[in-house]
T-cell receptor, first 115, second 110 residues
């Protein structure tokens, strides 16, 4: 199946700093990518839909100025958590949709810990 | 909100078939049924998807009822490595995102 990578796999940062997470589709072009976060013992929660070359669409309750999403190419989307606080500590997962629209593949996730 | 209902948890003996049910009574005609699983601290792994016909691949079989209101994922010979949370998701094609419910926690027991 198609491969999606994320970098870094884990990151620890101080409160108030910004963290960038990269999501790459390695062997296919993804016009649409999705960002999720997952708190312990909970399911994945959709944060935003990212379309190449246009602004991301955020889910209700997700602050667009705090979670900056850039989808500058067909293989790369980035999520930047700005001014991170301990409550932003979570498992962030991206997924990418293939050209057919039927295949959606997930990255391995990035664990963010904010001290 | 998720459009599916799944049991919270299930156990299965190693080597036996694991049958995971899913109800999706409000599914629309152009929506597919997708199954993913998530092993602890990893990203979800695609298993299989279907529209109305039964589907089979190297991982599993998907049985969809004729009225499409429910489906069953079958892992024919469960192993310990199949222990995971299994998500049944209804989704249209295109830019529609996958919306996750709580899933079924499958424990395969030796």
């Amino acid at each position: 199946g198609a491969v999606v990578s994320q970098h870094p796999s884990w990151v620890i940062c101080k409160s108030g700093t910004s963290v960038k997470i990269e999501c790459r589709s390695l062997d296919f072009q993804a016009t649409t990518m999705f960002w999720y976060r997952q708190f312990p013992k909970q399911s994945l929660m959709l944060m935003a839909t990212s379309n190449e070359g246009s602004k991301a669409t955020y889910e209700q309750g997700v602050e667009k100025d705090k979670f900056l999403i850039n989808h500058a190419s067909l293989t790369l989307s980035t999520l930047t958590v700005t001014s991170a606080h301990p409550e932003d500590s979570s498992f962030y997962i991206c997924s990418a949709r293939d050209a057919s629209g039927s295949g959606v593949f997930f990255g391995p996730g990035t664990r963010l810990t904010v001290l | 909100d998720a459009k599916t209902t799944q049991p919270t948890s299930m156990d299965c003996a190693e080597g036996r078939a694991a049958n995971l049910p899913c109800n999706h009574s409000t599914i629309s005609g152009n929506e597919y049924v997708y199954w993913y699983r998530q092993i602890h601290s990893q990203g979800p792994q695609y298993i299989i998807h279907g529209l109305k016909n039964n589907e089979t691949n190297e991982m599993a079989s998907l049985i969809i009822t004729e009225d499409r209101k429910s489906s069953t994922l079958i892992l024919p010979h469960a192993t310990l490595r199949d222990t995971a949370v299994y998500y049944c998701i209804v989704r249209g094609i295109g830019n529609t995102p996958l919306v996750f419910g709580k899933g079924t926690r499958l424990s395969v027991i030796a």
